[in-house]
């Protein structure tokens, strides 16, 4: 594949990046390792808080251009680039402020002298996807520099500048060379990267088939991975949930990033044949009404997906549902201009034996199943292979939260979209993968949690053999 900026509003090719070669892969294998070694994990935890202050100073200072690359390359809105731009400074910041208390040695009750201390591992290698360029790869920096790793990320091919723009951030006076290396690599490179004894962990958000075959290779070389992957969030309107903010927030949930978002909002189950209806009637008005446009123009709010192959992915996930008994209540098709642009979309009569019953379908297509109890919506949300968010709206907070509980989920939300902040941790089960990033959890992926035993001078030995 090539790394190429492809503007999804025109198709016109901008610009061809050169990839790595494979003398390059052994180069940023040495100066991430040396860096680790001999540099960076051996700074003070303010010194290296000070490189990630400056990194999201400047993505601030900065902030028109980066979101700028993100909306030439992908076609997210200005508007969202910005906030994305904004977002990602926010965890930096978070995870330079919260190091060195997420650091702090942990006493081990009734063990005296005894603590876990929280080391580095090493060089960490990221696999990242292209739907939040930036965002993506601050969950992945944050904790790791500020624990004491070095990180060298394979971005996706399709956002190669804002990969650039990113990697600048962690260049310049005082900046250790080899912290964080951006690297156009193929996939066989990718497979050397991670099978290098000097990588110590692997770290994927993407679909399921890169998880499976990076998670495959990891797992041979006995390495710790994270696997970020696909979700199918199921979104639960119970009789009683307030029709309009419910909507509102099923538009917003469903349409963020073109919805392209892991996180985003993708089947709709109504409690109730009435609310069904009245539900489905909102959400096909506010999809009808989105205006399309170039995503550059702020009154834009239906911009193109990401690349012709995604828009075509889609179009035939549309073909096969129709096939399989779906009704198209509105959209299904390209809309009629250059670009990868497809239409805001209404699906329902959607079967257990129609495909997209189980896929993720990664962009403005929702999917409505009106059910007639609370018992048959829990059973339509986890019938996928999925388990990333999910969200459930009712004025009884406590019925909600008992409908929460039953959702296989590594996310619950209650009257709110799926969303994400610096401090609220992020991730799966199931097939939407394991480990964690953001908050403190994500701090703890990529640490030797070292056990340290301190006994007084003279200490007699354990009377029993112990074993271990
Ligand atoms: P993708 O094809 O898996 O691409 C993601 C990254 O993986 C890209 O850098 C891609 O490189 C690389 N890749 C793909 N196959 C690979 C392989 N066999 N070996 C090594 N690297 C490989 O994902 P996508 O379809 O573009 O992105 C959307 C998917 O990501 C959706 O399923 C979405 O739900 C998921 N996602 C999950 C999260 C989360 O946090 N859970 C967040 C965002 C997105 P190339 O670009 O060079 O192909």
Not at 31 to 39: K, S, T, V
Not at 94 to 108: G, T, V
Not at 244 to 262: H, V, Y
Not at 283 to 291: D, E, F, N
């Amino acid at each position: 594949m090539a790394y190429q900026t492809i503007n999804p509003a025109t198709g016109e090719i901008l610009k061809t990046f050169q990839g790595i070669t494979d003398d390059d892969v052994e180069t940023v294998l040495a100066r991430a390792q040396h860096c680790f070694e001999h540099e960076w994990r051996n700074r003070p935890v303010a010194q290296r808080a000070s490189v990630l202050y400056r990194a999201a100073k400047q993505l601030r200072e900065r902030a028109e251009e980066f979101a700028s690359y993100v909306t030439l390359e992908m076609g997210k809105l200005i508007g969202d680039a910005r906030g994305e731009v904004a977002l990602s400074a926010d965890i930096l910041e978070y995870y330079a402020e919260r190091a060195e208390h997420f650091l702090r040695p942990a006493p081990i009750a009734g063990a005296p002298g005894c603590e876990i201390e929280t080391r580095p591992l090493g060089v960490i290698f990221g696999v990242e996807p292209w739907n939040f360029p930036y965002y993506q790869l601050a969950r992945v920096v944050g904790p790791q520099l500020m624990v004491g790793n070095t990180v060298i990320v394979k971005h996706a091919s399709n956002v190669p500048r804002s990969a650039l723009a990113f990697a600048e951030l962690f260049e310049g006076d005082g900046i250790p060379l080899g912290l964080y290396s951006n690297v156009f690599a193929n996939f066989d490179q990718v497979a050397r990267f991670i099978d290098d004894s000097r990588v110590r962990g692997v770290t994927v958000t993407g679909s399921e088939r890169a998880g499976a075959s990076v998670a495959e290779r990891a797992g041979r070389a006995l390495k710790k991975s994270v696997m970020e992957l696909g979700g199918s969030d199921p979104f639960i309107v119970l009789e009683d949930a307030p029709l309009e903010p419910t909507l509102d927030n099923a538009l917003w949930g469903r349409m963020n990033n073109t919805g392209q978002s892991c996180v985003a909002a993708k089947r709709f189950i109504v409690v109730g044949k009435a609310r069904g209806e009245a539900f489905i009637e909102g959400l096909v008005a506010r999809m009808r009404a989105l205006k399309v446009g170039d995503p550059f123009d702020e009154s834009t709010r239906l911009g193109p997906v990401s690349s012709e192959a995604a828009m075509k992915h889609l179009l035939d996930q549309i073909a096969a549902a129709k096939r399989g008994g779906a009704r198209v209540l509105v959209g299904g098709g390209r809309v009629d201009r250059p670009g990868f642009y497809v239409e805001a979309t209404v699906l329902t009569d959607i079967d257990p034996r129609n495909p997209i019953y189980t896929q993720e379908l990664f962009g403005p297509v929702a999917s409505c199943y009106v059910v007639g109890s609370e018992e048959e919506a829990i059973a339509v949300a986890n019938a996928t292979p999925f388990g990333l968010g999910g969200s459930v709206f009712t004025a009884d907070l406590a019925r909600g939260r008992r409908v929460l509980d039953r959702i296989e989920s590594g996310m619950g939300f209650i009257n709110h979209p799926t969303w994400t902040a610096p401090n609220l941790p992020f991730g799966g089960v199931k097939n939407s993968g394991y480990g964690r990033e953001l908050a403190e959890l994500g701090f703890g992926e990529f640490v030797n949690r070292r056990l340290v035993s301190i006994s007084p001078a003279g200490s007699t030995a354990p009377s029993v053999n112990q074993g271990g």
